[in-house]
Structure formats: structure tokens, C-alpha cells
């Protein structure tokens, strides 16, 4: 299972970034992606899940109406749109591959560094 996160990057607030998440090595179709994001000195916390069994996706409170997560099966790539960013959105964030979407997901990726400026 390998699971490549890009996109990231240095972005003023209020400003756009679109991460990736390619996966493969296991059956796409059939599996949930998570978003994750750890800022230094806190804990990881979930951002945003897509099951792509049935398409249900799911937002932390803190991002809602702001970030979109969506899938491309045909590419095996997850992309997690993020609008409006804010400088608390600064993290390493990572995607997690799993049969449902919970916290202890079973495959990850390295993740990708977003930060956002004042």
C-alpha cells in the first residue's frame, strides 16, 4: 500500500491550495481516504474522509464550507480542496487509507506541508 501526498505549500490567507492523495496497491473503490493534519505542537486531528464505497464524506467543524474532499477513482487520487485558508490551517497534513473512515486509520502517507500567512 502506498498512499503520495502533494500540494502543499506557503499561501497567504485567504488563499487556495488543492492537495493530492495517490494511492495505490490496494482496491480503490472499496476503501475510505482521510485527510489528517498535525500543527507543531498539537495533536493530529481529522480534517476531512471520503468513502469511496459510497461516496458519504464527512468535515471537521473547522473546515466546513471551506475545504471540499473528493475522488477520482479512475486516477485512484483523493483531492481535498481547501478555500479561504486561515493560518490556524497551517499543518502537516496527511492522508490515510482505511476500509471505514475513523482516527486510526491503518495506511498513511508522509504527508505535505501547508502553511498559510497572515
Known amino acids: 500500500v502506498q498512499l503520495v501526498e502533494s500540494g502543499g505549500g506557503l499561501v497567504q490567507a485567504g488563499g487556495s491550495l488543492r492537495l493530492s492523495c495517490a494511492a495505490s496497491?490496494?482496491?480503490?473503490?472499496?476503501?475510505?481516504i482521510g485527510w489528517f493534519r498535525q500543527a507543531p505542537g498539537k495533536e493530529r486531528e481529522g480534517v476531512s474522509c471520503?468513502?469511496?464505497?459510497?461516496?458519504?464524506?464527512y468535515y471537521a467543524d473547522s473546515v466546513k464550507g471551506r475545504f471540499t474532499i473528493s475522488s477520482d477513482n479512475a486516477k485512484n487520487t483523493v483531492y481535498l480542496q481547501m478555500n479561504s485558508l486561515k493560518p490556524e490551517d497551517t499543518a502537516v497534513y496527511y492522508c490515510?487509507?482505511?476500509?471505514?473512515?475513523?482516527?486510526?486509520?491503518?495506511?498513511w502517507g508522509k504527508g505535505t506541508l501547508v502553511t498559510v500567512s497572515s
Open positions: 496497491g490496494f482496491t480503490f473503490d472499496d476503501y475510505a
Open positions: 471520503i468513502n469511496n464505497s459510497d461516496g458519504s464524506t
Open positions: 490515510a487509507a482505511d476500509t471505514v473512515c475513523h482516527l486510526g486509520m491503518d495506511y
